[in-house]
């Protein structure tokens, strides 16, 4: 069986009155690429905190390689990018990657570091100047400095434009390909998409669902139905419909199962034309098992 490189077991965390997480309980094995999806507000960032050692739980365990994610030696093997960094502005880019890299054993070299997430040219600038984007990028290029086995990115690309993005998808590629773990929170669906191969679905501090992209998007399943029609009521009210958008004449209903509505509107005799019926997009399938925590469970 594949290593468990980080794991929780029933971990509840809260911060005064608010329940971030509730009772989670996830393996990361090694060589895996997980994607953490979920609102804002979910406790995404929590759970990468716990990992990475940053905050403890209130209640449950949290391991990193088998052992304490407290314990600096273990915490050398992981790499992290938090939501917010506050890189010292005064600090030239080639410096700043040489401060972290002293503290792990065999860090990459600046220059090897730089050339693999495209920095090199910056590497002689200050922080404090650098673009936000560019900084982004930094944050990021500094969780893979110290050769970590577990890499842990939280909403890596926020900010970013298109091309940087993709840039930097290469670059965790590139890592995961030779081997390593990653662990990613974004709120680009697209990027969870591009990127990851079990995703996690979190809500509300609840595992909501585990599962490869296709399951996720097939425990939800939802179709998207178009027709024209004359008049709203025309669809009002019809069985197995989960939500109606009208954009002019035009219906959009969502359903688990389109063949059934479908034979639902000739029954009802509905006067529709311009039928289209195509799968919903990651996000939707998301804002539905977010919307319905107990169905998707
Ligand atoms: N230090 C804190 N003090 C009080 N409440 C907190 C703290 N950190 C997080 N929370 C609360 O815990 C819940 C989970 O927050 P968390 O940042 O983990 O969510 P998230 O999924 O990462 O959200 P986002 O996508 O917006 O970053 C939220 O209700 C948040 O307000």
Redesign the pocket.
């Known amino acids: 069986m594949t290593e468990i490189l980080a794991r929780t077991v029933e971990v509840t ?1 809260r ?2 009155t ?4 509730d009772r989670v309980s996830l393996d990361i094995r090694a060589g895996e690429l997980v994607g953490l999806l ?12 716990l990992f990475a050692g940053l905050r403890r739980p209130t209640s449950g365990a949290v391991e990193l390689f088998g052992g304490s994610p407290r314990d600096p030696a273990r915490r050398r093997g992981i790499g992290v990018t938090p ?1 917010e960094t506050g890189l010292p502005p005064t600090l030239r880019v080639g410096e700043c990657v040489d401060f972290v890299a002293a503290h792990y054993p065999d860090a990459l070299t600046r220059q090897a570091l730089l050339e693999r997430f495209g920095l090199a040219d910056l590497a002689r600038r200050q922080i404090g100047g650098l673009s936000g984007g560019q900084k982004r990028r930094l944050a990021v290029a500094l969780a893979f400095v110290g050769r970590p086995r577990l890499v842990f990115l ?2 890596p690309t926020t900010g970013l434009d298109v091309e940087a993005r993709r840039d930097l998808w290469d670059g965790v590629r590139r890592f995961h390909d030779a081997g390593g773990t990653v662990v990613i ?1 974004s ?1 680009y669906l697209e990027e969870i998409e591009a990127l990851a191969q079990r995703v996690v679905v ?1 809500g509300e ?1 609840r595992v909501l669902a585990d599962d490869t992209m296709e399951a996720v998007r097939g425990l939800v399943a939802v179709h998207r139905v178009a027709v024209t029609v004359p008049a709203p009521s025309d669809v009002a009210g019809l069985p197995g419909v989960l939500g109606v958008e009208h954009h002019g004449a035009r219906a959009h209903l969502l359903t688990n199962d389109a063949d059934a509505l479908v034979r639902e509107m000739v029954l009802a005799k509905v006067p529709f034309s311009g039928l289209e019926v195509r799968p919903t997009s990651l996000e939707e399938a998301f804002l539905t098992i977010t919307a319905q925590p107990r169905r998707a469970a």
């Not at 979920?38 to 960032?45: C, E, I, L, V």
């Open positions: 965390r911060y005064g608010v329940t971030a997480l979920g609102p804002n507000g979910a406790g995404k960032s929590t759970l990468v905190n939501q939280d909403e929170t709120h979190i501090g």
